[in-house]
């Protein structure tokens, strides 16, 4: 942690609310890490191995498994790089310096620090030792239990994938109907005296929500455009109901002449030369730019994120057919355009954000272990989770906010990290035994332990954000436990299934194969 804060320093990666939710995510990630090596030296250490030879055995069968894990999980990060909105990049970036650091820190660190506390403690090493021969590695209670669950999601299979499935595709349906909150008076705490004197405020004199629409001509003091932009208000105002009223130059030169405006520009110019500098510097900009506000009150809150864009999008078509003159822009502009458009990043963006990160995932896989089941298998479980996180932010009443946006991309990064070292251990244990369900069970008495225990610290680092009084960042923390706990829950049920039938069908493919050579050798050597 403290060298991902100096790399902030070194790469000017700003502190932000959202920002700042990196760190849990690292210290759990980090202790992470370190747990993996942990258990697997502590594993030599019982079976009577050296200090020495257990560090060189623990470095050669875990460094490159959690390597492994901690690329995908960065390839998860990497999609966040792509998100037009600055906060979600930033965060991204400093979860991928911070997991490069965190690897490091356990892998030197950590597995020196274990080194010579054993070595300190020789005396007790030599006692395992001479126990470890016959009794071996000691395996745990919750080793045990998940052995016997992946055993029963084994037996019933058919059931444990479709469930999954159908859970899945419910909740990606139930995902679109999850709303995007983009008010930033919803982020901080509710109880600010401010916030609260603000919205008594609102209560008793209306809103002041406004809709902004900046006019650009060669000269807008032309009689044309100042007629059309007065037309154009009144016509806004008796179509929309959520409009109510308007400010503009050409209200401001109305009023100063009796209700009408000239038709001539000499005129028009010496009525803006009279109009106070206070109200002219909120209207006019130059001879070139004008700043027309729409007051809606408090429609645009009443209205929520989805009601402003489509009264923006109705404005735009009226704009259309209400034309300018000839040479005259009109645009919208403000708060409600700029929170529409975080909107659309938010919602097209974290969808294209989570099929990056598992295009980046699969291909990164596939590079490394060159074997289509191997590259297909941590991902797919992690896919149901992303469906599955749909339906609990739906039944939950849960809104996506600039940091819940990163969710797919994180439980592709974060969640698919217990899969590939479940994997890897399995592949291990199955070159040693050669039987995929005794292998299984191995790996999940060896290792279960060890994820469980790194899922929990990965948990309670999200845990803290809840805690925290800032509510975007406290539904982050709730939202990413609930996934941290559902990708546990896939990887020794889902996974678990995936990874036995397809390793069965593998064998079942390969035995095929070598029979139909085999027969082809007899027909030739009788030939």
């Excluded at 039944?395 to 940091?403: C, E, G, S």
Aim: proline share 4%; charged share 15%; with cysteine.
């Amino acid at each position: 942690i403290v060298w991902t804060f100096g790399a902030m320093g070194f790469l000017h990666i700003p502190f932000t609310m959202v920002s700042m939710s990196a760190f849990p995510v690292l210290i759990g990630i980090g202790i992470d890490y370190a747990i993996q090596f942990h258990n697997r030296i502590d594993e030599e250490f019982t079976k009577g191995s050296s200090p020495m030879a257990a560090v060189i055995e623990t470095v050669g069968h875990v460094s490159l498994p959690v390597m492994i894990a901690l690329i995908i999980t960065a390839m998860g990060f990497v999609s966040l790089l792509t998100s037009s909105v600055p906060m979600t990049r930033d965060f991204g970036l400093l979860c991928l310096v911070g997991l490069f650091l965190c690897y490091l820190s356990a892998l030197f660190v950590g597995v020196s620090l274990l080194y010579m506390v054993e070595k300190r403690n020789c005396s007790r090493a030599k006692a395992k030792s001479e126990n470890a021969a016959a009794s071996g590695p000691k395996d745990t209670v919750i080793g045990g239990i998940i052995e016997r669950v992946s055993d029963i999601c084994i037996q019933r299979w058919r059931l444990v994938l479709a469930a999954a499935l159908f859970l899945s595709m419910a909740g990606i349906y139930a995902d679109t109907q999850v709303q995007v909150d983009t008010d930033f008076k919803n982020y901080v705490p509710q109880d600010l005296p401010p916030l609260i004197d603000f919205r008594h405020m609102s209560d008793i004199f209306g809103g002041t929500d406004t809709l902004d629409l900046i006019v650009q001509a060669g000269d807008i003091t032309d009689p044309d455009t100042m007629h059309w932009m007065d037309e154009f208000c009144i016509y806004l105002k008796n179509s929309r109901d959520q409009v109510r009223g308007y400010d503009s130059v050409a209200a401001s030169i109305k009023l100063a002449n009796g209700g009408e405006i000239p038709w001539d520009q000499t005129q028009i110019r010496g009525l803006i030369e009279a109009i106070p500098a206070s109200i002219l510097s909120r209207q006019l900009d130059g001879h070139d730019t004008a700043l027309i506000k729409l007051n809606v009150g408090q429609e645009l809150t009443n209205l929520g994120a989805e009601g402003t864009d489509r009264l923006i999008k109705e404005i735009d078509k009226d704009i259309v057919w209400h034309q300018p003159p000839p040479g005259v822009s009109v645009r919208q502009t403000g708060d409600a355009v700029v929170m529409t458009t975080v909107i659309g990043a938010l919602t097209t963006g974290r969808t294209e954000m989570t099929l990056l990160g598992l295009v980046l995932i699969f291909a990164v896989l596939l590079l490394i272990y060159r074997d289509l089941i191997k590259a297909l298998l941590p991902v797919l479980p992690m896919l149901v989770v992303i469906g599955w996180m749909g339906g609990v932010m739906y039944l939950a009443d849960m809104k996506y906010t600039p940091l819940t946006a990163t969710l797919g991309a994180l439980i592709l990064g974060v969640g698919s990290e217990y899969a590939i070292l479940m994997m890897e251990r399995f592949y291990e244990e199955l070159a040693k035994i050669g039987e995929p369900m005794e292998a299984l069970k191995i790996t999940a008495r060896r290792i279960g332990s060890a994820l469980i225990a790194s899922g929990l610290t990965t948990v309670f680092g999200f845990a803290a954000l809840i805690s925290s009084p800032f509510l975007i960042t406290n539904n982050f923390g709730s939202v990413t436990v609930l996934a941290i706990i559902l990708a546990l829950l896939t990887t020794f049920t889902v996974f678990v299934v995936l990874m036995y039938r397809m390793e069965i069908r593998r064998s079942a493919v390969e035995n095929a194969k070598y029979e139909l050579k085999k027969a082809f050798r007899l027909i030739a050597g009788r030939g």
